[in-house]
């Protein structure tokens, strides 16, 4: 939409001729426009009301040719909640199960403070499950309602607010002092709340696009946000060292035939900084084991937990590609020989599933996060000291990843290589290891004041 005050209207053109002979031009920035009716009084009815816009002082739309009023007015009926229904309409088809879910979750936190009035309105905690269960779950838009849940929604759809609303400041705050709050009213995770932002900055982009606003512009750009403060770097208290992780492996092997199927998963993590989701999916043909040497995990896919009510087939489970990578991308990581041994020595004795998985239950499904959680948690309290387990000592499982890249790093692994082998971006991997550079960067401090005394320079 492209706004200008340049606006020039015609004296009204008659064309006998035509079925419509009276036509009203007018020229609006470089583009001309023109409108033909049937009746003279018609013709001039319209001028007189282009002709108000501009001595209201109203700017036009060079595409259109409309006044900012007329163009609020024909928009003013799409509400708030109708488009966000749309944007997910758009979104499903081609959206990750998982980003299905972020959607829902963040649409379910904004729209409820998108409201003309709170008379009437619903319990909280039924109007969220009305919207994250049902709404903005588009596997569900066919099932049968609960009654609940439909009283809910139809409130809602006669109390939101239009989406031409959010030109304005103060609604865009209602909307970012929302995503903000967890239900009980307590702060949400600073990760949770700049992904929420994202959401709506992108709903809100989508209405630019529909034309829903009088400028081009997303009105979240020109409202000042702090985003909440989080603690992005890794800390350095969470990152076991070699011995430990070997002591917590053996650990993990010693809970019987569950952990024993388990050591060679969380080695994965550690050995190769992968993700779970991509352990958990991890196949033989990917896996390059030489009797001798060092082997290579080619990495191809995940197996991401989004819950049945948010994938294509009902399962709990979707196969992604690689996170941040195009879909045939892959990612090889070599493989320590100690490590080769241990895998092959997984596959002679405990065989994969029959699509080749390495990791599974005992009924051969995909491995859960709570069951091997439950493994860690005890090796943990087997192996480590009570001060350790008490400490944030690899407290999940994905601390395992953290710990094998910051071993790398340490190790003096160029920042590039081993940003590669996670499957980060560089700007991610100094992001998050930070401190685990700093510790780096020293050393290598120490050995260039080393060689530089050995050439006498002065220091």
Request: with cysteine.
């Amino acid at each position: 939409m492209s706004l200008t005050y340049d606006v020039r209207l015609y004296a009204i053109e008659v064309r006998r001729d035509r079925p419509k002979p009276f036509r009203l031009r007018w020229l609006v920035g470089q583009r001309k426009h023109s409108k033909s009716y049937q009746l003279k009084a018609q013709a001039d009815g319209r001028r007189s009301e282009l002709m108000s816009a501009v001595r209201r002082g109203e700017q036009f739309d060079e595409e259109t040719g409309l006044p900012v009023s007329e163009i609020r007015a024909q928009h003013g009926s799409v509400t708030w909640y109708e488009h966000t229904r749309a944007y997910i309409e758009r979104k499903w088809a081609t959206a990750p199960a998982k980003s299905r879910k972020n959607y829902a979750d963040a649409l379910a936190t904004i729209t409820p403070a998108l409201v003309k009035t709170r008379a009437g309105s619903p319990d909280p905690a039924v109007l969220r499950r009305a919207l994250y269960g049902w709404a903005y779950n588009r596997n569900r838009w066919e099932d049968e309602h609960p009654e609940d849940v439909t009283a809910a929604l139809r409130w809602l759809e006669k109390n939101s607010l239009p989406v031409s609303a959010l030109e304005e400041s103060a609604t865009v705050r209602l909307a970012l002092d929302a995503l903000g709050l967890k239900l009980d009213g307590k702060p949400a995770a600073p990760r949770t709340a700049r992904r929420k932002r994202a959401c709506l900055s992108d709903v809100l982009g989508l209405a630019v696009e529909e034309r829903y606003f009088t400028t081009p512009v997303n009105p979240l750009t020109t409202v000042k946000w702090v985003a909440p403060k989080s603690a992005e770097e890794l800390d350095p208290e969470s990152v076991a060292n070699p011995r430990q992780v070997r002591a917590l492996l053996k650990g993990v092997r010693e809970q019987g035939a569950r952990g024993a199927h388990l050591e060679a998963f969380f080695g994965c993590l550690y050995y190769a900084a992968m993700r779970p989701a991509e352990a958990t999916a991890l196949r033989r043909a990917q896996c390059h084991l030489p009797e001798t040497g060092w082997g290579v995990l080619t990495l191809r896919q995940g197996a991401v937990r989004a819950g049945k009510g948010w994938t294509n087939d009902g399962r709990a489970h979707e196969d992604r590609h690689l996170k941040a990578r195009a879909v045939k991308d892959s990612r090889p990581v070599p493989i320590p020989p100690h490590f080769v041994r241990l895998l092959r020595e997984h596959i002679a004795l405990q065989g994969t599933a029959p699509d080749g998985r390495l990791f599974r239950t005992s009924r051969g499904g995909l491995l859960q996060e709570t069951g091997y959680g439950e493994v860690w948690a005890k090796a943990r309290q087997d192996v480590l000291s009570e001060d350790e387990a008490a400490s944030p000592l690899v407290r999940r499982p994905y601390d395992l990843r953290h710990a094998g890249v910051s071993f790398w790093l340490s190790s003096g692994v160029d920042p590039m290589e081993c940003a590669r082998r996670a499957g980060h971006t560089i700007a991610v991997l100094f992001r998050v290891y930070a401190k685990v550079l700093a510790q780096t960067q020293d050393r290598a401090n120490h050995r260039i004041d080393a060689a530089m005394r050995e050439w006498n320079e002065p220091e």
